[in-house]
């Protein structure tokens, strides 16, 4: 997808013209997990600052930075486009969502939540839902499952770029139904 594209009726700073074209490839919030032509978001957690990294974000291959606008200025790279909104999480939902088709508008989420069993709850959902013909795809703490495809889990819940790839997947996928755990 082309920057343009993406941040139609998202964005209205300033962008560099030639960057309009540029293709965005993957999403990013944790600058380890960069790959060429993403667009990396530099938000503000509890324990580092997303903007520490734009440097390493850069030499790995993205080509786009979003950052507080309370940092505007702070960009100096000319090969790469830097755009400054008020809310980075905020925007970065909005980008997401059109990224990946809206993905969450397209599969039923069933969330379990609780201290204890959240697992088991889960896995009972999911058998009530196959056993009524109905494809199921599971988001928890032991794995990620879509059909007969399994991968690890880091998170009981997943955070939200991790959340909407995977309701992507599911959703291309031709499944329904997602199960998921969720941290209370």
Request: aromatic content about 10%; overall charge negative; glycine content about 8%.
């Amino acid at each position: 997808m082309r920057l343009e594209q993406l941040l139609d009726g998202i964005y209205n700073g300033k962008m560099r013209d030639d960057a309009k074209q540029w293709p965005v490839s993957f999403l990013s919030c944790d600058s380890r997990e960069i790959e060429k032509d993403a667009m990396y978001f530099a938000l503000k957690g509890q324990t580092f600052d997303g903007a520490d990294f734009v440097d390493d974000v850069i030499e790995r291959g993205a080509r786009i930075i979003v950052l507080n606008d309370s940092l505007t200025g702070f960009g100096q790279n000319p090969d790469v486009c830097y755009l400054y909104v008020e809310d980075t999480n905020q925007f970065l939902r909005q980008v997401a969502k059109r990224f990946f088709n809206n993905p969450s508008e397209r599969v039923k989420a069933i969330a379990v939540t609780g201290t204890n069993g959240k697992t088991t709850i889960t896995y009972m959902i999911e058998s009530i839902l196959l056993a009524t013909g109905l494809e199921c795809s599971v988001i928890g703490t032991v794995n990620k499952r879509i059909g007969e495809k399994i991968f690890p889990s880091t998170h009981t819940t997943p955070g939200f770029l991790d959340n909407q790839k995977m309701f992507y997947d599911i959703a291309e996928e031709g499944v329904d139904y997602c199960v998921m755990e969720v941290s209370s």
